[in-house]
């Protein structure tokens, strides 16, 4: 369960890198339409095709940084549920631990008193 966590971990941050990259790249082509937008002022047929570029980047953008939000709200969950998996982990060895010290007390008093 703790790998397939950690697996599920991993695969979330990569996805949040990806959306991070997509939402760069979106912003990146929203400047470069305004770029271009600027060069076109004076033709009207090429500044509305623009803007209808500049609006749909902008819709993408909203939704890969909504899609974004939402990858790193999963990751947030999938880190603390690995911190908590961990401590557990460590609280369980612990008291492994000590079962096995309390197994080896029990296994030398019998030992011990089978040579009596």
Known sequence: MYQTLL??????QS?????TSERDDALGQVRQARREQDSYRGQDKA???MR????HLRGELSKSE???AVAETDLEKQTNLVSDLNRKV???QEKADEAIRLKDQVDEYVS???SL
Do not use: K, V, Y
Request: charged content about 40%; proline content about 0%.
């Open 7 to 12: 697996e599920e971990h991993r695969t979330l």
């Open 15 to 19: 996805s949040l890198d990806d959306m």
């Open 47 to 49: 500044d509305l095709h």
């Open 52 to 55: 209808a570029e500049i609006d």
């Open 66 to 68: 909504d899609n974004l």
């Open 90 to 92: 460590e609280e369980l």
């Open 112 to 114: 011990h008193s089978s």
